[in-house]
């Protein structure tokens, strides 16, 4: 026994459809199958299918006049037939229910929606949505391999300070603040740059019948300005010299975080390759754009070429409704 079972799309007469009864000596078995086509109509006018549903009544009459007129005498017009397996499909009714009291095909299509059939039978998107749930513990497993590697270097660079370039409250008293007033020494290269140009300058113009004459003046430091500035000039080149090595425990670090980076990559190129098909895909997908802290062009770009494509298959279909 074959069952018309259709859920979504526009009416269907499908070739695979039972031929009705046409013996007229089964005419209880039509007046079985019109008591049944009537209840089918009457709860899906009267009962909560879902938001928004109202049954096609046209439709429906149409459909209930054919069976009618099959459970008085045993006629099938074409046109009849017709109107009533678009009716049924259209609303997801069983063929083999209303005309042979068969219930198997109703209990067969509920089980396909079920929890059960569900876990058995992957997810289209299936890869893509478990890829999309490592990348962002991929993520934040790059970056956290990344700070530690910053920090052994900068802890490292922020080492051995020679007591000369400790800040004294006298540097500032000679014109000289670092550019981080919590800072203990003297490190950064903008402030070793002002340490390294103590003068200043002063610049006069004027005017003559000719042109302009442009004077600029050498105003050399003061003697304790400049002991003090050759003084951290030496010590912060020696110390920079000493820490541009690679520290302790950098090198496996730096090793670590290249592995991470290697495996979040080939998790985002895995995803921005799949082709999404579903909507769950899709936002599967774009959350991992949201999780990418750099350029997600890739992301995005993958998301609307699978939009297009989604588009694209369901176009035909949308286009018969």
């Not at 005309?99 to 569900?118: P, Y």
């Not at 990348?135 to 900068?154: F, H, Q, S, T």
């Not at 920079?240 to 496996?252: E, I, M, N, V």
């Not at 730096?254 to 899709?282: C, R």
């Amino acid at each position: 026994m074959t069952t018309l079972i259709h859920e979504s799309g526009p009416p269907v007469s499908s070739p695979c459809a039972p031929a009705m009864p046409t013996d007229q000596t089964e005419q209880n078995d039509r007046a079985a199958a019109l008591v049944r086509m009537e209840q089918v109509v009457d709860l899906l006018r009267t009962c909560y299918v879902r938001e928004g549903w109202k049954i096609d009544d046209v439709a429906a009459e149409r459909a209930l006049d054919f069976v009618r007129q099959y459970a008085k005498d045993g006629s099938e017009s074409d046109e009849g037939r017709e109107a009533a397996l678009q009716f049924l499909g259209s609303h997801g009714q069983s063929l083999d229910w209303i005309f042979c009291g068969d219930v198997g095909g109703m209990i067969c299509r509920l089980a396909k929606n079920s929890e059960r059939a569900t876990s058995l039978v992957p997810h289209p998107d299936a890869k893509i949505i478990e890829l999309a749930r490592q990348y962002p513990a991929a993520v934040n497993e790059r970056r956290r391999l990344g700070v530690i590697m910053d920090e052994i270097k900068e802890a490292y660079r922020m080492s051995g300070f020679p007591e000369s370039l400790r800040i004294r409250p006298t540097d500032a008293a000679l014109g000289r603040t670092p550019w981080q007033d919590t800072d203990e020494f003297w490190h950064r290269p903008c402030d070793i740059d002002k340490w390294r140009s103590v003068n200043t300058y002063d610049c006069t113009r004027e005017d003559t019948a000719d042109g302009i004459v442009m004077t600029l003046r050498t105003i050399k430091a003061s003697a304790k300005l400049q002991a003090r500035a050759e003084e951290i000039v030496a010590a912060y080149d020696q110390w920079d010299a000493k820490h541009q090595g690679t520290p302790k425990g950098y090198g496996p670090a730096k090793q670590a975080y290249k592995k991470a980076d290697k495996v979040e990559t080939k998790i985002e190129k895995q995803i921005v390759e799949l082709k999404a098909t579903t909507i769950e895909g899709l936002i599967a997908k774009s959350r991992c754009a949201e999780v990418y802290e750099f350029d997600d062009t890739a992301f995005m770009v993958s998301v609307a070429e699978d939009l297009v494509a989604l588009g694209t298959r369901t176009a035909p279909i949308a286009a018969l409704a």
